[in-house]
């Protein structure tokens, strides 16, 4: 549905994206990662037919969006960087403009609107003017005008940007849902947006597409992945000791918490050998967990690297 095929573009001297490849079929949401300019907006605007590639192409829902671009927009429901809308005009009145330029229908308009106001939770906004608006509330008007002509493709770059924690649980409900009929590509600099909304992961950094897999998988290559992590009174003369256990690689402390973060070395078990030491130093801890991974320490570790190694 959502198709790049060797897209390219450069700013000057400066390759913006470099020969991306990728595909999100309906039912997928992938979402879009990457340190500050990776390229994931360029590569956004360049997907929507906003931005012109150098090389390649890209297609929705079969249309080329250069080629065949009213085709192509039709099908698609595109929230911009920034969240960009007319100032001066009213919620309603937006969302008028833009049913009226989608071409809706005045039976299913209504049907539509109601639907949309009502998922954005916009009711109270209606009579505002844009310009009176907080960053997230536009930012939720801005999903509405995505959305509101029910597309089978959607390109969203920041949708949870400025949204409170409330707003941001339903606005990832709200995408699952709507993602079992649709392709969805969501860009997020919020880490925590991936594993709850995305069921797919593309890592850009410097233009290149480094990865393109699973949420799990990514976590998977976490050095903390089946770490034991726990906080407990009194613990100083237990952490000498996790230090010395043959299956230990390294022991972590958090300096303002104080939990402490036991890491295997690779393919030993831990949580067994942690449980019997704290046991036989009468420890108790209040909390004691097996970590899957951490999804930051993969991040940094893949863009560091890879900005190392790209370094001349």
Excluded: W
């Excluded at 699952?176 to 969501?186: P, T």
Aim: proline share 6%; hydrophobic share 45%; glycine share 8%.
């Amino acid at each position: 549905m959502i198709e790049a095929e060797s897209l390219q573009r450069s700013f000057g001297a400066r390759c913006a994206v470099q020969g991306l490849s990728l595909s999100v079929r309906p039912g997928q949401i992938l979402g879009l990662l990457g340190p500050n300019g990776a390229g994931k907006t360029t590569t956004l605007r360049m997907l929507a037919g906003v931005l012109a590639p150098d090389v390649g192409r890209a297609r929705i829902g079969g249309h080329d969006v250069q080629r065949q671009a009213l085709a192509a927009r039709r099908v698609l429901g595109y929230l911009p960087e920034g969240a960009p809308l007319y100032a001066e005009m009213s919620v309603h009145a937006l969302l008028m403009f833009v049913a009226r330029v989608r071409g809706l229908r005045r039976a299913h308009l209504a049907q539509r609107y109601t639907h949309v106001v009502q998922a954005l939770e916009l009711e109270n906004l209606l009579g505002q003017t844009i310009g009176t608006l907080s960053k997230g509330q536009r930012r939720r008007v801005g999903l509405a005008q995505a959305i509101l002509h029910d597309p089978p493709a959607l390109i969203l770059d920041e949708p949870t940007d400025g949204l409170d924690p409330n707003q941001q649980a339903s606005v990832r409900k709200l995408l699952r849902g709507l993602a079992r009929e649709r392709a969805i590509i969501v860009s997020t600099h919020l880490l925590e947006d991936v594993p709850q909304l995305c069921n797919r992961l593309a890592l850009l950094v410097q233009g290149r597409l480094l990865t393109d897999t699973t949420p799990a998988e990514f976590v998977a290559r976490s050095r903390y992945r089946g770490a034991v992590s726990f906080t407990a009174p009194a613990a100083g003369p237990v952490r000498a000791a996790l230090g010395l256990l043959p299956e230990v690689d390294t022991v972590e402390i958090d300096a303002l918490s104080g939990r402490v973060t036991v890491l295997p070395k690779p393919g030993r078990e831990l949580l067994p050998r942690v449980q019997a030491l704290l046991a036989s130093y009468q420890v108790q801890p209040r909390e004691l967990v097996l970590e899957g991974g951490r999804m930051d320490d993969v991040f940094r570790s893949m863009t560091e690297t890879d900005a190392v190694e790209s370094s001349p």
